[in-house]
């Protein structure tokens, strides 16, 4: 018990001071600072980073290792941070918490001084926007978008070379007859601002005209990635003020999309400013001089649904990150999209999130379920995959005309789920052609039974039931139709009378 006392003491001693931690990426800087103060047991201080300034609470030092909390006002809702650290010899090293179940992010961070915390200076008061007027249809995204995006798969690895293999494997791999159109960068192409504010790309993309130029030469579009807050989720440069320049970069350069996240705006923008804040962006593609499809990125909140039309959205996230795992997928897919259906429409659609599909932490089973659900939900198709390897399985899940077409379906009817028994569910949407699409979920452990019932569809009698996945006529059907289903897996059908 004394030694314990003892080495906390040593260590407490140690960890007061001004610590930083240098993120250097693809010719950017960034740092997190560490104000602390150990008295025996007792860490108290402030941190400062891309989130602003924010105190440490219930700060405790036990032994090597450290505890505390930051919070954050996460759109009105408190959110509790709960950070771990450890002193080995002179670095300290933090464990940022990750939102959801994943391990979390270990950073390094050295010291610069050993001097008490000086007081923590007030953050900017945040921006309040007035109410923007509603900006006008841009006469895309007729049907969900398709395509593909760079981050569930590469995340910082995006480069120009990897964009234009994928542009040579989408070409010949069966994507692009599939329909999937548009080839889009993500996070971490950015670079600094030049004298003039123009945004840079950093040494990844040495030239983005020429890369558009190569990605359309291949018969596809082309999209982007940034934020409207300073600094992007992957802490680049963001289009704080800089929202037309931006925009008009992009049609210069040649790009045909962009999904705005708002990550920093938090620190900058009072979030109820949110709406006006991309009527802003929505507005300035308008006027940059190219058709730019304008995909919101605000992870759902403050009912975007209600308003992501109006400013200008051809779509707009609805949840935090997917991940590629069943818990993950099968949360956002079937819990979190039931209030959702009425908000959808041609021009306009609601977004679940990029597929997992091909990335390795699901089945095959459940990706087809992955698959069903976002054609069901009218959600845009973005893969997510290496397009280089994907085995024939992956391929025909992505591939599969038949779902694809229930995506596409020009009525633009978002389903809804229409039966849950336990585990069980059964979704169904409408098509234009007057015949309904249904997925028959199993979300158990186990094989079991699933019935499609007509009634439950608004229709009666016999109909003709074509099985989307096997590909195959099942014939004329009274009333219901029953069929096992797989563990975690769907029976995929279309519904015609
Ligand atoms: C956020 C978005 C992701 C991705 C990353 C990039 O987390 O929700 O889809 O764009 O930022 O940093």
């Known amino acids: 018990m004394a030694y314990a006392v003892f080495a906390s003491s040593i260590y407490a001693a140690n960890l007061t001071g001004h610590w930083v931690a240098s993120f250097h990426a693809d010719g950017t800087v960034r740092e997190t600072h560490l104000y602390l103060k150990a008295d025996e047991n007792l860490l108290t201080g402030w941190m400062s980073s891309n989130a602003g ?25 408190e959110q509790r941070l709960e950070f771990t650290g450890k002193l080995t010899g002179q670095e300290l090293t933090l464990t940022y918490p990750h939102p959801s179940d994943r391990p979390g992010r270990q950073v390094q961070f050295k010291q610069v001084s ?111 990635y940034s934020s409207p807050g300073p600094k992007t989720c992957a802490g680049y440069e963001g289009s704080f003020q800089h929202e037309e320049q931006d925009a008009k970069s992009y049609a210069e350069w040649g790009f045909d999309y962009l999904k705005y996240d708002w990550c920093s705006a938090t620190q900058v923008y009072d979030y109820h400013s949110m709406p006006a804040v991309y009527a802003k962006m929505g507005e300035a593609l308008l006027h940059s001089g190219r058709p730019i499809l304008f995909s919101l990125c605000q992870y759902g909140v403050l009912h975007v649904e209600k308003w992501g039309e109006k400013v200008g959205g051809n779509a707009w996230r609805t949840t935090g990150d997917i991940s590629d795992n069943w818990k993950s997928m099968s949360h956002i897919g079937f819990d979190l999209q039931l209030e959702l259906a009425p908000y959808a429409g041609p021009g306009h659609w609601n977004d679940p999130d990029m597929l997992e599909i091909g990335n390795g932490g699901m089945t095959d089973t459940e990706y087809r379920t992955h698959m069903s659900l976002w054609c069901l939900l009218a959600a845009p198709l973005l893969a997510g995959n290496d397009q280089r390897n994907m085995t024939p399985a992956i391929r025909d899940i992505l591939e599969n005309r038949e779902l694809i077409a229930v995506d596409q379906d020009r009525l633009g009817k978002q389903a809804t789920r229409v039966a849950k028994d336990g585990d069980l569910e059964v979704w169904a949407r409408q098509l234009q052609d007057g015949s309904h699409a249904v997925g028959l979920f199993n979300r158990g452990g186990a094989q079991a039974k699933v019935t499609a019932r007509w009634s439950d569809l608004g229709i009666s009698g016999k109909a003709h039931v074509r099985d989307l996945w096997a590909h195959a006529d099942r014939g004329e059907v009274p009333n219901e139709y029953s069929t096992d289903v797989q563990s975690h897996g769907v029976v995929m059908i279309k519904v015609s009378q």
Request: proline residues 7%; without cysteine; hydrophobic residues 40%.
């Open 53 to 77: 300034n924010e105190k440490i609470q219930d700060g405790k030092i036990t032994g090597d290792a450290f505890t505390f909390t930051i919070v954050q006002d996460r759109f009105g809702e």
């Open 114 to 224: 050993s001097a008490a915390p000086p007081e923590m200076p007030p953050n900017p008061a945040k921006i309040s926007l007035p109410a923007a007027a509603p900006v006008a249809y841009n006469e895309l995204a007729k049907a969900p978008p398709m395509g593909w995006n760079s981050w569930n798969k590469f995340a910082n690895k995006v480069s120009d070379q990897l964009v234009r293999e994928t542009a040579d494997q989408m070409a010949s791999n069966g994507m692009k007859d599939a329909g999937y159109v548009y080839i889009n960068i993500d996070d971490t192409w950015e670079a600094n601002r030049d004298a003039n504010g123009n945004i840079q790309t950093n040494s990844k993309f040495p030239d983005m005209k020429a890369l558009t130029a190569y990605v359309h030469s291949k018969g596809f579009k082309i999209g982007i």
